[in-house]
Each structure stands twice: as C-alpha cells, then as structure tokens.
C-alpha cells in the first residue's frame, strides 16, 4: 500500500470519489477509496455499489454546444473521465438528455476502480479528520453524522445543510396507456426510441385541481428539530412548489407545451411528465417530482393522475439531508481546506449541484491530490471552461455570505469579448464560450502528460 505519505486516501464512493479515484490512479498514484456502504447505510442508497445514482438516472443535457452541463460532459471525457464514460455506454434514450441504465452504471463503475492495481478499496466509516496523510473528503450529500461534526469542528463553522428529494419510480406495465402517450417535449431526438424516452399523462383543468387539493391537504414528512427546509431550488419538492402558488406546477414540471395528446383533440390543462428510468423500458420517473409527502400519502395522490390509477410504485419518493461546506470561505484554489491542508474536498459537499458537476470535481480534485504527491504541480485550471467556471465559483467567484449549491452554467462563465448580452444573441454567445472552453481545456489537459 506504500507509505501514508505516498497514499492518496478517499472517503466516499459516490461520483466524486469514484471519479477522484480513477484520476489519482491513472496518474500513477497509489489510492485508498473509504466507502461505509453497506456495513453503514444511508437513507437513499439501496446497493453497496460505487457511482450508485440516489436521485434519478440524468445526467441532464448532453449538448456541448449550446449547454453549459453537455460541455462539462465534453470536458470529462477528454480527460478520460470513467463517470462520463460509463454513462455513454450505459446510455439510455432521452432526448437531447444524457439519461443512464442506474444498476448497470453502478456495477460498472464498480468493476473498474476494483479492477485498477493502484485502487484497493475499505468498506468502513471514517468518523474523524484525518490529521496525517493526504486525503479527500468526497462523502456527498448523506456524510454521516460522525464525520459532518468532525467537519463542523475543524472549519470553526456549522456545516450548512438542504435537503434534497427523491422522485418516485413507477413500473411501466402498471400504467394505463389508453390515457398516456409516449412523446418527448417537442418531438425531441433523432430516433423513434429516442422521441419515446418520455411517458405523458394528461390533465383537464378540474383534475389539475384535484390533484393540488389533494397534494397540498397530503401528510408530508416533518422535520427534526433544529433542521430548517432549505431546499435547492432545482431540486423542490412537488407540494412546495405548490404552496408557492396553485399554477406553480403548471409553469414547472407540469407544463402542457411540446406535447399533442392523440388519445384527445382537447388540449390538456396540465401534463406530469415520466422518464425512462432503465434500459428494460419496465421503470419510469416521474420528472420533476420530488416529494416529501408520506408513503401512503404518495400513493394516493399520485393515482388520481390520469393513467396512474392502478400504478404500481417500484420506489417511493422520498427525502434527505445534503450538507455542504462554506468552500468560498474555506477552500483554496486546489479545493484544500486551508485550516487543514492535506484534506481535500470534492463533490457535492464543495456546494455544487448535480451528479456531473460532483463528478467533475472529484476529477479536479484527484487530478489535484495525485499531482502534490507526484511533486508535479498543475497549473491552474482555466476560468473559461466548464470546470474553471465551476471551481472557480465555489473557490472564490462566490459570495461567502450567501453561498448556495449551484448547477453549472453559462452565468458562471465569463463574457467573451464583442459579444453582446440579451436573448437575440444567445445562440452566437453560447457557442463562443464552449468553443472557447473546449480550447483552452485542451491546452490545459497537454500540459499535464500524466504518467500511465
């Protein structure tokens, strides 16, 4: 296992760690990924695989042109990212979104880091700060309780905390498709099993408002004590959105454009929208639809919508805490925590969002980790790409004081010179940044030549 000093330690074997693992590895680093699934389980979690995806199976858009997450896709694969690759080959139809198959995908992941001679793998819980050696800390949104006060301690600051909710996942052949239709919103993708990734159940006005009734009236999950429901935003739970206003959903997830009913010539009101959730085609996600309502609660209000009246429910939504850390405040530019310098953080933790952007800083931060070790210093990361732009604002680009959980984004990003603001211009402007991104990636990937 060589010496500690010459070991690279990661606690977490979500996407961060995994992804952290195979890049310190890849370098010629000998590495130790900590994983406590499954001797100690989590909420969320169902297996004791690596990568195992807990919210849906999406890694969202998969267009490095004109999105900001489809260029992150494009830049973790040129630095031969083994989250972003394993997703393209367990690749399932969904549009213009890069949707996987979810056990598959963890079992993959799996089978690599265990199969990669600089990788060993301990299944055990780390409640402390390690106060030698060179670590990561990758543990995600489910940290433990141990391990969160350690955290706590260290940086003289309360761990922050949201929460984050679960969709629901529904067994196709429960589903009545006399009502629903299968149809991506605007006949999005180039293929017929591409354009039917995507089930839709309609909704007249009177049934629309049933279902707000019934959802806003439903026994929802409390919260302990001293825990407050800071939700982010991309990540509502259906009944919050709906006490935000009765239309809320209408102009969310339940939004009726891009799709033609052909069971009706009657426009529906109201459309609640399910993604393919694995290759077979037998499960479905409601899109959108996190939720903190109980489980008998779940059942009840989501059968009144039309097509789901006998559906049969392979996995109840659900809710859990996501702690993240203060990185503006507490981080360097190399993601070290500067109280504490040998520890790294990566992930969902650092306050980002998403299953690509923890991966994409689980990659930085082996990149980072194995490079210290080798003696070999990278240079910085460049601030117009996708990852610059990431790190960046989690390092400093944000404010301290109203630091939340952030998705990538063309906002995180740079104006590019002569190029004007506004929505006329979007197209021309989204393109120069990921042209430019996509240079200055490749640059900064050829002055690297890891070994290996």
């Known amino acids: 296992m060589g010496r500690m000093t010459q070991t690279l330690h990661i606690i977490g074997g979500g996407m961060a760690g995994s992804e952290a693992a195979w890049q310190a590895a890849n370098m010629g680093v000998q590495v130790i990924l900590h994983e406590m699934r499954p001797k100690v389980?989590?909420?969320?979690?169902?297996?004791?695989?690596?990568?195992?995806?807990?919210?849906?199976n999406s890694?969202?858009?998969?267009?490095?042109?004109?999105?900001?997450?489809?260029?992150?896709?494009?830049?973790?694969?040129?630095?031969?990212?083994?989250?972003?690759?394993?997703?393209?080959?367990?690749?399932?139809?969904?549009g213009g979104a890069l949707a996987v198959d979810r056990d598959p995908f963890a079992e993959d992941v799996t089978a690599a880091l265990m199969a990669h001679e600089n990788?060993?793998?301990?299944?055990?819980?780390?409640t402390s700060l390690p106060t030698e050696g060179h670590w990561i800390i990758a543990t995600g949104p489910l940290t433990s309780d141990a391990l969160g006060a350690a955290i706590a301690q260290a940086t003289g600051a309360d761990a922050l905390a949201f929460f984050d909710a679960i969709a629901p996942i529904i067994y196709f052949d429960s589903i009545d498709m006399s009502k629903a239709w299968m149809q991506s919103r605007y006949d999005k993708g180039d293929?017929?099993?591409?354009?039917?990734?995507?089930?839709?159940?309609?909704?007249?006005?009177?049934?629309?408002?049933?279902?707000?009734?019934?959802?806003?009236s439903a026994e929802k999950t409390e919260f302990h004590e001293g825990e407050t429901a800071g939700y982010f935003d991309g990540c509502l739970p259906i009944e919050v959105m709906a006490e935000r206003g009765r239309e809320t959903l209408r102009f969310g997830p339940m939004k009726p454009v891009g799709l033609t009913n052909p069971h009706s010539d009657e426009k529906p009101y109201a459309v609640v929208q399910l993604r393919r959730d694995n290759a077979l085609?037998?499960?479905?996600?409601?899109?959108?639809?996190?939720?903190?309502?109980?489980?008998?609660?779940?059942?009840?209000?989501?059968?009144?919508?039309?097509?789901?009246?006998?559906?049969?429910?392979?996995?109840?939504?659900?809710?859990?805490?996501?702690?993240?850390?203060?990185?503006?405040?507490?981080?360097?530019?190399e993601m070290r925590l500067k109280s504490h310098p040998n520890i790294r953080f990566a992930g969902q933790i650092t306050g980002v969002e998403g299953y690509v952007e923890s991966a994409a800083m689980g990659?930085?931060?082996?990149?980072?980790?194995?490079?210290?070790?080798?003696?070999?210093?990278?240079?910085?990361?460049?601030?117009?790409?996708?990852?610059?732009?990431?790190?960046?604002?989690?390092?400093?680009g944000a404010e301290a004081k109203t630091f939340q959980p952030m998705n990538v984004n063309f906002g995180l990003f740079r104006p590019v010179d002569g190029l004007k603001g506004g929505r006329r211009g979007r197209k021309d402007r989204y393109k120069a940044y990921t042209d430019r991104a996509k240079s200055e990636w490749m640059d900064w990937l050829a002055a690297q030549n890891p070994a290996g």
């Open 281 to 333: 085609g037998t499960l479905y996600n409601i899109v959108g639809f996190q939720t903190k309502m109980k489980y008998g609660a779940q059942k009840d209000v989501l059968r009144r919508i039309p097509g789901l009246e006998n559906a049969e429910f392979a996995r109840l939504g659900g809710i859990h805490r996501n702690t993240f850390i203060n990185s503006p405040t507490l981080l360097d530019s």
């Open 363 to 396: 990659l930085l931060a082996g990149r980072f980790a194995a490079a210290e070790l080798l003696g070999q210093p990278l240079p910085d990361v460049p601030q117009d790409t996708a990852m610059g732009a990431l790190i960046h604002h989690i390092t400093g």
């Open 191 to 216: 293929t017929e099993e591409e354009r039917t990734a995507y089930l839709n159940c309609p909704m007249t006005k009177e049934q629309y408002e049933d279902f707000i009734d019934a959802l806003l």
């Open 41 to 56: 389980e989590t909420f969320a979690h169902r297996t004791g695989h690596l990568g195992e995806m807990v919210c849906s």
């Open 59 to 94: 890694f969202r858009s998969d267009d490095h042109e004109q999105n900001a997450v489809g260029l992150l896709h494009w830049e973790m694969k040129q630095a031969e990212g083994l989250i972003i690759n394993t997703a393209y080959k367990r690749r399932l139809p969904a």
């Open 119 to 126: 990788i060993s793998v301990s299944y055990e819980e780390i």
